[in-house]
């Protein structure tokens, strides 16, 4: 299977300021991580807060270099976090999907071809067109989810956001995940929610204290979790 996206050895540390220094307190970030991405999985990554998943993503999308190691990706890259990012409030839905797709490197006129499906899978209908300082954090979620899945990047790197909305919604959501799966894409997920890695996650990343404890197949790595956070 081809890999899409190799990390090797890398680390990141965010150091603890000298106030809050104590022999028990360590730098946190990630810590020696290596990793291979392949085509076509649905990658889950979990861990308790603070244990470096959404920092991980991060550096997986070049928002953060990593001190040292290495990261070398195959491919188009697509990063959705939070609910928001990236978008103008005084701007209409339209316009931000226009400046989120420019964001993702996306032209005028592949977005022209795809605006009408982004529009109609985030469910919007006639607020499409006005400022999204009017929306909802879900329907703020709905249009960035539409985006950022629309263009079909080689890897999509989702952040907590596929658990917003309703139910509805999030089981649409979860079907284009496996949809871009089923088509060769291949998707990087960061959730708390055990219940949604365990539906769609090809494989599981666990994560403690921004270094690697293990990876696998979902029930066993979440089973493992469960035990590290003693709810056995």
């Not at 339209?94 to 605006?115: F, P, S």
């Not at 985030?122 to 263009?151: C, N």
Request: hydrophobic share 40%; aromatic share 6%.
């Amino acid at each position: 299977m081809t890999v899409v996206m190799r990390l090797e050895n890398i680390t990141l540390e965010y150091p603890v300021p000298r106030q809050y220094r104590k022999e028990d307190v360590r730098p946190s970030g990630i810590r020696n991580l290596s990793l291979e991405v392949k085509q076509g999985e649905i990658l889950g990554i979990i861990g308790r807060n603070g244990s470096g998943k959404s920092t991980l993503l991060k550096m997986m999308a070049g928002v953060f270099p990593p001190d040292s190691g290495r990261i070398a990706m195959a491919g188009s890259v697509s990063l959705l976090a939070g609910v928001g990012v990236g978008f103008h409030k005084e701007l209409t839905g339209r316009e931000n999907a226009y400046l989120y797709g420019a964001l993702m490197g996306r032209t005028t006129k592949e977005i022209d071809v795809l605006i009408d499906e982004i529009k109609s899978f985030a469910e919007l209908d006639h607020h499409f067109d006005r400022p999204i300082r009017t929306y909802s954090s879900g329907m703020k979620s709905r249009l960035g989810i539409s985006v950022a899945t629309a263009f079909k990047p080689d890897l999509l790197l989702i952040d907590e956001v596929l658990g917003v909305g309703d139910a509805s919604f999030r089981k649409k959501s979860e079907e284009r995940v496996k949809q871009l799966m089923n088509e060769s894409g291949t998707v990087v997920i960061v959730s708390h929610s055990m219940g949604l890695l365990s539906s769609i996650c090809t494989r599981i990343l666990l994560l403690n204290d921004g270094e690697f404890v293990t990876i696998g197949d979902p029930n066993e790595v979440l089973l493992k979790y469960k035990e590290l956070l003693k709810l056995d």
